[in-house]
Every structure is written in structure tokens, then in C-alpha cells.
């Protein structure tokens, strides 16, 4: 199949290829014309920061701030999520969506989020939809609990997320604990202070284990940080509800424990 080779710059493009063959082999297994999939609308929004995350304990998340939206698309009554910049609305067939151009935001948030409600549907992933209230805390806890079980001593963070952030800290220590991030960096957080997100070398050059958001897929910036992570040895995992498709067809590792 064309876009097996994982060394393509574009993963975005890759993850396209993938889905169209996992449709049309779940259409072969099921009876289903490719048509009746592709004529069907799809609808996507930006959430509002009480709809995405509820009223969680701290407000410090990038989402509270306005830093960033929720797009969250609805297929057939099945919903997948994507974070982003770039707020809009969209409806069109599932078909309009294969043809976006995919080279600006908005069409990857679209294309994203509608990929993950699409393979929700069709029950081939799930924890498309992100936790609210108290769930970033208790994924917080989940991670300080998995971090111990995997042996990790030494850990990266790209992207930021402070409840993560916090239980990276509070089980490693502030010097066992890098964070990049595209939008704070500078800044000192739970005793750490943030590397610029476009500048991340450093991070992977020192960090067994990095924490990747699945945000990276939408505002394009994966590919380069997947090749780091092989330049580096490193292990990335990706964390959160935006990636839950395409780590399913891209095979890679993903971690999000309260997503719904």
C-alpha cells in the first residue's frame, strides 16, 4: 500500500492513506458500499471551554486560557475531538473531507477530528472524547502511577499540559523533567522552566522517554518531532484524545487513561 514507508515527511498524508484502506476494509468485511460511507455529512465545531473540559480543579490549561479550542466533529452520532488554533465550523460529506487540502489549520483540526469519530463509529477506536471536571487530575494520578510501574527515572514533556506536568515532577523531580512548549516557553512551571517548542533538541537528546501531545499532528509540527525521537533513541508516547485515530493507523504508542 502506498504510504507504508513511515520515513515520508508528511504523516498527516500517511495517516489519509491508511484511513481510506481501513475503510475499505471494513466495508469488504461488513457488506457496506464505500458510497454509503462517503455521502454521509459530517459536522464539526469548536467547543466552548465549559463543553470540553467541564470545571476541572486548576485553570491554568492552555483550553481555559483561550490558547486554544476543541474542534469536535460528529459522525452518525459518533463524536471525535482535535485541539487547535484554528477555530470554524464545517459540515460536508465524509467524501469532502478526503479531499481537504490538509495545509492549514483548520483542515487538519477538521480532517483530525473527523477521522476519530469516523473509526469510533465503526468501533475501531475509542477515548475520542476528552475528559472533564476532575478527569485531567485523575489522568494525572493514572500517569504517576504508570510511571512507576514502567521503571522511568528520566522524562520529557512536549506540549503543556500542567496536571501531567506536575506528576512528571512530584515522581522524577524537577531535575529529571524537560517540558517544550510553543506557547509558554520561558516560563517556570511546577519548577520547571519551558524550552521553546520550535527548539526542542535538548529535550530529546537527554529525555529515555517523551511525552508527545497528539496536538503536534493538527498544528504540523509531528514529523520533525518523530524524527527526533529516532535521531535520540528516545521513546515517544502520545498523549491525549486528539491522536486516538491515527495512532491507531500510524501504529504509534498513545496514553490517555480518562478519555471517553
Not at 126 to 136: A, I, L, N
Not at 141 to 158: F, H, Q, T, Y
Not at 220 to 239: N, S
Request: proline share 3%; charged share 25%; aromatic share 6%.
Amino acid at each position: 500500500m502506498k504510504g507504508e514507508d513511515t520515513d515520508k515527511t508528511d504523516l498527516l498524508d500517511i495517516a489519509r492513506e491508511r484511513f481510506v484502506a481501513e475503510l475499505d476494509r471494513w466495508c469488504e468485511k461488513n457488506g457496506v458500499s464505500r458510497d454509503e460511507l462517503d455521502d454521509l455529512v459530517v459536522a464539526t465545531r469548536p467547543l466552548s471551554s465549559s463543553e470540553a473540559i467541564g470545571s476541572p480543579e486548576r485553570d491554568d490549561f492552555p483550553l481555559l486560557r483561550g490558547k486554544e479550542v476543541l474542534m469536535e466533529a460528529n459522525y452518525r452520532g459518533s463524536l471525535g475531538q482535535a485541539f487547535t488554533s484554528a477555530a470554524g465550523v464545517f459540515s460536508g460529506t465524509l467524501e469532502e473531507v478526503l479531499e481537504l487540502s490538509l495545509q492549514d489549520a483548520f483542515d487538519r483540526a477538521v480532517f483530525v477530528s473527523t477521522i476519530n469519530a469516523v473509526l469510533r463509529n465503526l468501533g475501531l477506536v475509542f477515548g475520542t472524547v476528552h475528559c472533564r471536571d476532575s478527569g485531567p487530575e485523575d489522568c494525572a494520578a493514572n500517569m504517576s502511577r504508570w510511571l512507576k510501574e514502567e521503571e522511568i527515572d528520566r522524562a520529557g514533556l512536549v506540549g503543556m499540559q500542567p496536571a501531567l506536568l506536575s506528576s512528571l515532577v512530584e515522581v522524577l523531580g524537577s531535575d529529571n523533567v524537560m517540558v517544550s512548549d510553543l506557547a509558554c516557553a520561558g516560563e517556570v512551571r511546577s519548577g520547571v522552566r519551558v524550552l521553546d517548542g520550535m527548539n526542542p533538541e535538548i529535550l530529546f537528546e537527554r529525555s529515555p522517554l517523551v511525552l508527545i501531545t497528539g496536538t503536534t499532528l493538527v498544528n504540523g509540527t509531528i514529523d520533525g518531532l518523530l524524527e527526533m525521537t529516532d535521531r535520540f533513541g528516545c521513546r515517544a508516547v502520545f498523549y491525549g484524545t486528539t491522536i486516538a485515530g491515527a495512532a491507531h493507523l500510524l501504529g504509534l504508542e498513545r496514553w490517555c487513561s480518562c478519555s471517553k
